[in-house]
């Protein structure tokens, strides 16, 4: 991944780093108040060899290498069993010596005789007892270990240069740094939990993606639109309003498909549902009615037809019953219109799915159908046709294999790179090439939003009238 990669992931994934960052950080700081205070008190130990009357400066020389010998070894010592068993006799305490072994610690300074050894215990008191008590203790265990078989001075000594001072303050826990070092951690934790979800996340993120992996030209950009549901349809918004201006948008690149041969049929479909196939099909057919463009728009999705339902029309009589016999073509288009404001010489003509046929796909691929396509072609100047998603049935192939043209709806974030390939695929074996693909729901706020924005001002009458039919 590149730098700018790493950026998009942060500004997509900050939630889920936010997330992690403050948990890591309430669970720290909840760790922290209830743990008990500990406090550390530190003695200082000298160790000298014992001076001679007839020492030389290479004797006294020799002596503190020797005394910085002992110092090395002695570290250990000082916090080792015997000590700790002599402080525990000798200050009776309610303490094993290995408990106390555990409050101890030692060391010798570098390239010095000095010993550190330090206590610590939830007392500052007991603290400075405990460490004053180890170094008495370590100096008499020293002179004993020191002493001669024979009898005599021991040649070397320690002796305690530095008590213990009574702690002011706690060692731990350090609420500052905990919490600091813990919003490191939570910080670094989301971040590697936001990469590993993106690189898991297979699905069409941005127009680059969908350009790379469906080997097509990106024709539009749809935004998503929360109230879509509810309004599908473009002219029951203000006529200026983004997802409005996005369709203009679509419309006017579709004039770039094919330039030498201007499709005058052209499919609409997705890889699966709920991609907004219909929704962009029925707008783009009304945007293109609203420019004077004569449009017949066709359900051929006959399995689950929405066309009707969204245009406010009757879907019994339509596709099917005309590739039966049942109805002439003229009886089964029907022209729609908003407000009964009509577009175009032809208007906009809708021929809706009729019956649900138990054999869609033998329908779709008929002489019947390719017939009534050509008979609408030379009817009106494009024919749109809303097909059923690629992936789960053959019908869009079919239908696509008789048009001029087909177009993929893509939903950012939602379908994934190997369906958008198995869908590409599918019109492969059927020798059609996709001419377009148009990224549907891309999201307004964010940084997967696309990269203009279209800026309006509301004016009296641009508000369309929502009961269209």
């Known amino acids: 991944m590149e730098l700018r990669d790493y950026v998009r992931v942060l500004r997509k994934q900050w939630r889920l780093i936010a997330v992690c960052a403050a948990l890591a950080v309430t669970a720290v700081a909840t760790i922290t108040i209830r743990a008990t205070p500990q406090y550390q008190a530190t003695i200082k130990l000298f160790v000298s060899a014992q001076e001679r009357t007839n020492d030389t400066a290479t004797s006294a020389y020799q002596g503190g290498l020797f005394s910085q010998q002992r110092a090395k070894s002695y570290a250990d010592l000082l916090s080792g069993p015997r000590v700790a068993e002599a402080v525990v006799s000798d200050l009776r305490l309610p303490m094993t010596p290995g408990q106390l072994q555990g409050k101890v610690s030692a060391s010798a300074l570098p390239d010095t005789v000095l010993l550190t050894a330090s206590v610590t215990d939830p007392s500052p008191a007991q603290a400075q007892r405990l460490a004053n008590a ?207 404001q009509r577009w175009g010489d032809a208007g906009l003509l809708v021929l809706p799915s009729g019956e649900l046929p138990p054999n869609p796909a033998e329908l779709l691929s008929s002489d019947g159908m390719a017939e009534l396509l050509g008979e609408l072609e030379k009817r009106v100047d494009l024919v749109l046709i809303d097909a059923p998603p690629l992936l789960p049935v053959t019908d869009a192939a079919v239908v696509s294999a008789i048009a001029a043209a087909t177009i993929l709806v893509v939903r950012q974030g939602g379908t994934k790179h190997e369906q958008v390939a198995r869908a590409i695929e599918a019109l492969r074996r059927v020798d059609v090439r996709l001419s377009g693909a148009v990224l549907n729901m891309v999201p307004a706020k964010g940084h997967d939003a696309y990269g203009y924005r279209f800026n309006y001002q509301s004016r009296p009458g641009d508000d369309a009238v929502a009961k269209c039919q």
């Open 134 to 340: 180890v170094g008495t203790q370590f100096a008499a265990l020293v002179d004993q270990l020191e002493r001669p078989p024979g009898g005599g001075p021991a040649p070397i000594k320690v002796a305690v240069v530095e008590n213990a001072r009574l702690p002011n303050s706690p060692i731990s826990p350090k609420p500052a740094r905990n919490v600091g070092l813990a919003l490191v951690l939570g910080l670094l934790l989301g971040v590697g939990l936001a990469v590993l979800r993106e690189s898991l996340d297979t699905t069409v993120k941005s127009v680059k993606e969908l350009q790379e992996r469906a080997e097509t030209p990106v024709l539009g950009v749809i935004g998503f639109d929360p109230q879509a549901r509810s309004r599908p349809l473009i002219v029951q918004v203000d006529r200026h309003a983004p997802r409005a201006e996005a369709f203009r948008q679509l419309r006017t690149n579709l004039q770039f498909i094919d330039i030498d041969h201007r499709p005058q049929s052209i499919v609409v479909t997705s890889s699966v549902s709920e991609e907004g196939k219909t929704t962009t099909t029925v707008n783009l057919a009304i945007t293109l009615a609203q420019a004077g463009v004569s449009v017949a728009l066709v359900e051929a999705d006959l399995r689950r037809p929405r066309l009707a339902e969204y245009l406010g029309i009757e879907g019994a009589v339509g596709l099917t019953t005309v590739l039966i016999g049942q109805a002439e073509l003229d009886d089964a288009l029907q022209e729609w219109s908003c407000a009964g």
